[in-house]
């Protein structure tokens, strides 16, 4: 599991950047994501300089650019990045722009990762073919839960296969118990979490801590809602409307 944050607020200084990846730290996560692309470059590489002192090594830190830069900016990026070998580097630019992609990654030799907006087989594919992404190390981020269903997800796994790439290789979007339990069963290479936010749907089974980025799931059948005591609530109320 990663922990998933670094959010930019009008009033959020790097000091307050800091303290919400010392609590992740703190809640059992060793792997963090933060958000670049919302101010300049020199002050994005500020902030990323301030979460790495808090961390052993640097690829416990993955940005994510959440597809807002050019080409021109993508590779400014990439090139200050470089040097940091973070753990990847995140949808630089708009999910379709294959091309893009594919230049950045001739630019850029660390991880990158993409494909959270991508939910068919088709673009899943042509990503895959024209992307110029690399099966040693990037990371595939297709969200298990919104992928046109658990059938085009496992379409989508069958084409990875036939083109050379691992599951281990899926690191899905979706910090709720449901991607957590197809991650797991589908034997995929770990899940994305958002400790504290969009509740209740958030966050896993009560009495399930995360352990240096690892969580147990609960040995009972299904999605596992019942296990989480306030989205249980909400549900149940919901069935009975």
Same mark, same amino acid.
């Given at each position: 599991?990663?922990?998933?944050?670094?959010?930019?607020?009008?009033?959020? &200084?790097?000091?307050?950047?800091? &303290?919400?990846?010392?609590?992740?730290?703190?809640?059992?996560?060793?792997?963090?994501?933060?958000?670049?692309?919302?101010?300049?470059l020199s002050q994005d590489l500020?902030?990323?300089?301030?979460?790495?002192?808090?961390?052993?090594?640097?690829?416990?830190?993955?940005?994510?650019?959440?597809?807002?830069?050019?080409? %021109?900016? %993508?590779?400014?990026?990439?090139?200050?990045?470089?040097?940091?070998?973070?753990?990847?580097?995140?949808?630089?630019?708009?999910?379709?722009?294959?091309?893009?992609?594919?230049?950045?990654?001739?630019?850029?030799?660390?991880?990158?990762?993409?494909?959270?907006?991508?939910?068919?087989?088709?673009?899943?594919?042509?990503?895959?073919?024209? %992307?110029?992404?690399?099966? &040693?190390?990037?990371?595939?981020?297709?969200?298990?839960?919104?992928?046109?269903?658990?059938?085009?997800?496992?379409?989508?796994?069958?084409?990875?296969?036939?083109?050379?790439?691992?599951?281990?290789?899926?690191?899905?979007?979706?910090?709720?118990?449901?991607?957590?339990?197809?991650?797991?069963?589908?034997?995929?290479?770990?899940?994305?979490?958002?400790?504290?936010?969009?509740?209740?749907?958030?966050?896993?089974?009560?009495?399930?801590?995360?352990?240096?980025?690892?969580?147990?799931?609960?040995?009972?059948?299904?999605?596992?809602?019942?296990?989480?005591?306030?989205?249980?609530?909400?549900?149940?109320?919901?069935?009975?409307?």
């Amino acid at each position: 599991m990663y922990a998933a944050g670094g959010y930019y607020y009008p009033d959020k &200084d790097v000091h307050s950047l800091r &303290d919400e990846m010392q609590a992740y730290l703190d809640l059992g996560y060793s792997v963090l994501k933060m958000k670049i692309g919302g101010v300049g470059l020199s002050q994005d590489l500020r902030r990323i300089d301030a979460v790495l002192k808090l961390l052993k090594t640097p690829d416990q830190l993955a940005v994510d650019a959440n597809g807002r830069f050019n080409l %021109a900016t %993508a590779l400014a990026y990439a090139s200050a990045l470089e040097p940091y070998n973070l753990r990847w580097f995140e949808e630089a630019s708009d999910p379709l722009d294959y091309k893009l992609q594919a230049t950045l990654c001739e630019a850029y030799s660390p991880p990158m990762a993409t494909g959270e907006n991508l939910f068919s087989v088709q673009d899943a594919r042509n990503l895959i073919r024209y %992307a110029g992404l690399r099966p &040693d190390r990037d990371v595939l981020q297709f969200d298990c839960a919104l992928s046109y269903g658990l059938v085009e997800y496992l379409r989508i796994l069958e084409m990875l296969q036939d083109h050379g790439w691992s599951p281990t290789r899926c690191i899905p979007h979706g910090g709720h118990q449901m991607s957590l339990n197809i991650a797991s069963g589908l034997g995929l290479g770990g899940n994305e979490s958002y400790p504290g936010i969009f509740q209740p749907f958030g966050g896993f089974a009560d009495g399930f801590p995360v352990q240096n980025s690892y969580v147990k799931l609960p040995e009972i059948p299904g999605i596992g809602f019942e296990a989480k005591s306030e989205l249980y609530g909400v549900m149940s109320k919901l069935a009975k409307n």
